[in-house]
């Protein structure tokens, strides 16, 4: 007898590029095509060869809106897919900002890397896909409701639940070949502002649970003593004389951060604080809030998102001009610190003494935002050398998340299981710690790597038939550019500390030969072959 087939395609043992194909017969569903983000190494793998044919899928269905579970749908288009994507009606409306945006970044990226100089004699550089792609991605969409049964695709009978991680964010239950399998996507923490608690059907065959903060419990926090823990940090900051700098993801985490200003403010326990919001992606995502606002608990009394002491900052030269000033508060993307105005901020803000950064998202292992939480004294941005001054501080609270024990809640919410729980969407170490949590109540726990496949059998533990990519493995983990950038950031200084011109050129000759060396080394190894 054939069983239906599960395919990780991404984010297995990484927090990011959430890709799953599950095939039944001649009929084959993606749940999920994000973009792989971090660092430069885990980025490249955007650019390679789908491991699928894009025009033999039947049909996507989407669990959310976030980039990393769905920045490639332009490029699955480009490339043949046409069947229908299916999300909830919020994931659609955030989508037809989102992808159009990241479009335009990828095609003013390739054109800013074709104007390098020193990439002038190199092939021209094209985008992963261009805004075309996108806006054709998006007339494939097709919105349904929470928990209304729909067929996927032939043979597929699927199921949303409520994720409660962002605006729209869903669990897929997809029926097959007689299987039943659970895909969360994203779970959403209790006591999350906007939305309700997870929920989800029991009783399946097989369950894939993301594990992002998998190892970590954070202190349990009601709204309200989250907001004042906002307000002590704001104040804290803006005491120093500087700016306070927030990194924020443009989905979500702008406007939850935006309802708690709003409620400090209408208060008075703010009463004079500025708030910039320099991400044009999050202006436009706010207004989908605001047309979805009948959905969203918690929003309290008085003016939200168009609170007096919100500045939406739209141009260049307005969003450079924020630099120039004092005591702001400044929310600006990516979230990660990776691209967008947020870098130009830190930039200008990190060597301040008197300014504060402020994170309050989960920082991918290789992103620059993890560089500067986990203690980097210099920091490269955008060619240039940023020395480390200002205060680091982080609020937990604001994670869009599940932590450990909300997990451990989830899954055992889901039970019995009665085939096999994959843990996925977490680093190495989240999942070994989630994994120890739950070997007493479930008998089949995988970690599957990107490139695996299983046979899925009804009421049995899935059994893998293809073997991963174990080339990926030093990807996922810390990028060599990452110890480069802090080898390069900190080589002045340190030749700088050599007492002696005549000892800081040996110091130069020593490395130059040691590179030299390896180059001829692997030169010999390839003759030798």
């Given at each position: 007898?054939?069983?239906?087939?599960?395919?990780?395609?991404?984010?297995?043992?990484?927090?990011?590029?959430?890709?799953?194909?599950?095939?039944?017969?001649?009929?084959?569903?993606?749940?999920?095509?994000?973009?792989?983000?971090?660092?430069?190494?885990?980025?490249?793998?955007?650019?390679?060869?789908?491991?699928?044919?894009?025009?033999?899928?039947?049909?996507?269905?989407?669990?959310?809106?976030?980039?990393?579970?769905?920045?490639?749908?332009?490029?699955?288009?480009?490339?043949?897919?046409?069947?229908?994507?299916?999300?909830?009606?919020?994931?659609?409306?955030?989508?037809?900002?989102?992808?159009?945006?990241?479009?335009?970044?990828?095609?003013?990226?390739?054109?800013?890397?074709?104007?390098?100089?020193?990439?002038?004699?190199?092939?021209?550089?094209?985008?992963?896909?261009?805004?075309?792609?996108?806006?054709?991605?998006?007339?494939?969409?097709?919105?349904?409701?929470?928990?209304?049964?729909?067929?996927?695709?032939?043979?597929?009978?699927?199921?949303?639940?409520?994720?409660?991680?962002?605006?729209?964010?869903?669990?897929?239950?997809?029926?097959?070949?007689?299987?039943?399998?659970?895909?969360?996507?994203?779970?959403?923490?209790?006591?999350?502002?906007?939305?309700?608690?997870?929920?989800?059907?029991?009783?399946?065959?097989?369950?894939?649970?993301?594990?992002?903060?998998?190892?970590?419990?954070?202190?349990?926090?009601?709204?309200?003593?989250?907001?004042?823990?906002?307000?002590?940090?704001?104040?804290?900051?803006?005491?120093?004389?500087?700016?306070?700098?927030?990194?924020?993801?443009?989905?979500?985490?702008?406007?939850?951060?935006?309802?708690?200003?709003?409620?400090?403010?209408?208060?008075?326990?703010?009463?004079?604080?500025?708030?910039?919001?320099?991400?044009?992606?999050?202006?436009?995502?706010?207004?989908?809030?605001?047309?979805?606002?009948?959905?969203?608990?918690?929003?309290?009394?008085?003016?939200?998102?168009?609170?007096?002491?919100?500045?939406?900052?739209?141009?260049?030269?307005?969003?450079?001009?924020?630099?120039?000033?004092?005591?702001?508060?400044?929310?600006?993307?990516?979230?990660?610190?990776?691209?967008?105005?947020?870098?130009?901020?830190?930039?200008?803000?990190?060597?301040?003494?008197?300014?504060?950064?402020?994170?309050?998202?989960?920082q991918a292992q290789g992103t620059l935002g993890?560089?500067?939480?986990?203690?980097?004294?210099?920091?490269?941005?955008?060619?240039?050398?940023?020395?480390?001054?200002?205060?680091?501080?982080?609020?937990?609270?604001?994670?869009?998340?599940?932590?450990?024990?909300?997990?451990?809640?989830?899954?055992?919410?889901?039970?019995?299981?009665?085939?096999?729980?994959?843990?996925?969407?977490?680093?190495?170490?989240?999942?070994?710690?989630?994994?120890?949590?739950?070997?007493?109540?479930?008998?089949?726990?995988?970690?599957?790597?990107?490139?695996?496949h299983y046979e899925l059998p009804p009421g049995?533990?899935?059994?893998?038939?293809?073997?991963?990519?174990?080339?990926?493995?030093?990807?996922?983990?810390?990028?060599?550019?990452?110890?480069?950038?802090?080898?390069?950031?900190?080589?002045?200084?340190?030749?700088?500390?050599?007492?002696?011109?005549?000892?800081?050129?040996?110091?130069?000759?020593?490395?130059?030969?040691?590179?030299?060396?390896?180059?001829?080394?692997?030169?010999?190894?390839?003759?030798?072959?």
């Amino acid at each position: 007898m054939t069983f239906p087939t599960l395919a990780i395609h991404g984010a297995a043992q990484t927090v990011t590029g959430s890709c799953f194909e599950m095939a039944a017969g001649r009929h084959h569903v993606l749940v999920d095509c994000g973009l792989f983000q971090g660092s430069r190494t885990l980025e490249a793998l955007n650019h390679e060869p789908f491991a699928f044919d894009p025009s033999a899928l039947d049909a996507v269905v989407l669990t959310h809106a976030h980039l990393d579970h769905s920045g490639l749908l332009p490029r699955l288009v480009s490339e043949g897919f046409r069947g229908p994507i299916w999300c909830t009606a919020a994931t659609r409306d955030l989508l037809g900002e989102m992808l159009p945006d990241a479009a335009r970044i990828q095609e003013s990226e390739a054109d800013r890397r074709n104007r390098r100089g020193d990439r002038a004699d190199e092939p021209p550089v094209e985008p992963l896909y261009t805004s075309a792609d996108a806006e054709r991605a998006l007339e494939l969409l097709l919105p349904v409701k929470i928990e209304e049964e729909f067929e996927a695709a032939p043979g597929f009978a699927a199921r949303l639940w409520n994720a409660g991680h962002i605006l729209g964010s869903a669990s897929v239950e997809l029926r097959a070949g007689g299987v039943r399998t659970l895909f969360s996507g994203d779970l959403g923490p209790s006591q999350k502002s906007f939305h309700l608690d997870p929920t989800g059907p029991r009783g399946m065959d097989h369950v894939l649970c993301e594990s992002t903060y998998g190892d970590r419990d954070r202190t349990a926090l009601t709204i309200e003593q989250r907001r004042s823990l906002l307000e002590t940090e704001v104040k804290q900051a803006l005491a120093l004389g500087g700016n306070l700098v927030i990194p924020v993801f443009a989905l979500e985490r702008t406007q939850e951060l935006l309802l708690d200003f709003a409620q400090l403010l209408n208060s008075g326990r703010l009463a004079g604080t500025r708030v910039f919001i320099d991400s044009p992606l999050a202006s436009r995502a706010t207004e989908v809030f605001r047309r979805h606002k009948r959905e969203l608990e918690d929003m309290g009394s008085g003016e939200v998102f168009d609170h007096p002491a919100f500045h939406y900052v739209e141009s260049v030269e307005a969003s450079m001009g924020i630099n120039r000033l004092s005591g702001a508060v400044i929310l600006s993307a990516s979230g990660m610190c990776e691209a967008g105005r947020i870098r130009h901020h830190l930039r200008f803000n990190l060597p301040r003494q008197d300014s504060t950064i402020l994170f309050v998202g989960f920082q991918a292992q290789g992103t620059l935002g993890r560089t500067i939480l986990d203690g980097a004294g210099r920091v490269r941005i955008s060619g240039r050398d940023v020395a480390v001054r200002a205060r680091i501080r982080r609020i937990d609270s604001y994670s869009a998340h599940a932590d450990r024990s909300e997990l451990l809640e989830w899954v055992e919410a889901r039970e019995p299981i009665l085939g096999s729980l994959f843990l996925t969407h977490g680093e190495t170490d989240a999942i070994d710690t989630l994994r120890q949590g739950l070997e007493h109540r479930i008998a089949s726990i995988l970690v599957p790597e990107i490139g695996e496949h299983y046979e899925l059998p009804p009421g049995e533990p899935a059994r893998r038939i293809a073997t991963g990519r174990v080339d990926l493995r030093p990807a996922l983990r810390r990028d060599w550019q990452n110890d480069y950038a802090d080898f390069a950031v900190n080589l002045k200084r340190k030749l700088e500390r050599i007492e002696s011109g005549e000892r800081r050129a040996e110091a130069v000759r020593l490395m130059r030969r040691v590179l030299d060396d390896y180059a001829a080394h692997k030169d010999r190894k390839h003759q030798s072959s």
